[in-house]
């Protein structure tokens, strides 16, 4: 019944190791994006996919990866993870490009230590 | 590209007070300006947005005021209850996309 899901809630893990998250959504959108939190609570964006063709990439690192099989997943992939890389990454979808409100996942906090 | 400022970035009031957040934007082709509340542990949550064909909107306890020529945008809560206690966020879309550019967050308190 949840809209937007990310699994997992947390991650902790140690520098140079390489993590994925999963974000999954049931509301039948074609647009779906990550978003990364901080420590100050500032949001923004990192990709943009729309019916799995990526549109946005927001000077994301090459070790930012993300893959959506079909239009209800997008899920990220991070390589050689680093401590800034600690944050909240949060998962959204909305019904189309050009569509206004944004469907929030509960997010994912990664702590890389 | 845009940019949007937020303020205030701590808003602490008594519950039944009002508070305003005051948003302004720089891309004069922006169309729609959402407000989200984010709760402790969750993801923001869009409460009301405004485009930019009208100058107000409101539901219930909560309106958004638009003024297009100084390119600033306002939400405005009326009697607040503790449960409004949150992160609050404004948003505009670059010019002639959807993408947007997000405020930097709002921290309310409502004191009971």
């Known amino acids: 019944d949840t809209a937007v899901s990310q699994t997992p809630k947390y991650l902790v893990t140690q520098m140079g190791n390489d993590k994925s998250i999963k974000c999954e959504q049931n509301?039948?959108?074609?647009?779906m994006y990550w978003y990364k939190q901080d420590s100050k609570k500032f949001l923004k964006i990192m990709f943009s996919?729309?019916?799995?063709?990526?549109?946005i990439n927001e000077t994301v690192p090459n070790r930012f990866s993300p893959k959506s099989p079909d239009k209800a997943h997008l899920n990220l992939h991070i390589n050689s993870l680093e401590l800034g890389d600690s944050a909240v990454y949060f998962c959204?979808?909305?019904?189309?490009?050009?569509?206004?409100?944004?469907?929030f996942g509960p997010g994912t906090r990664l702590t890389v230590l | 590209g845009e940019n949007v400022e937020q303020h205030p970035s701590t808003l602490s009031v008594q519950e039944g007070d009002s508070a305003v957040i005051k948003c302004t934007y720089s891309?004069?082709?922006?169309?729609?300006f959402p407000w989200y509340k984010q709760e402790l542990g969750k993801g923001p949550q869009l409460i009301i947005d405004i485009r930019s064909n009208v100058g107000e909107k409101k539901d219930q306890r909560i309106a958004v005021t638009l003024n297009k020529t100084a390119k600033h945008f306002s939400l405005h809560i009326t009697e607040t209850q503790p449960e409004d206690s949150a992160v609050y966020f404004c948003?505009?879309?670059?010019?002639?996309?959807?993408?947007?550019?997000f405020g930097r967050g709002t921290s309310l308190i409502v004191h009971p």
């Open positions: 509301l039948g959108h074609d647009t």
């Open positions: 891309d004069s082709a922006s169309n729609y």
């Open positions: 948003a505009a879309p670059r010019g002639g996309s959807y993408i947007p550019t």
């Open positions: 996919y729309n019916n799995k063709e990526l549109i």
């Open positions: 959204a979808s909305s019904p189309g490009m050009g569509s206004g409100e944004q469907f």
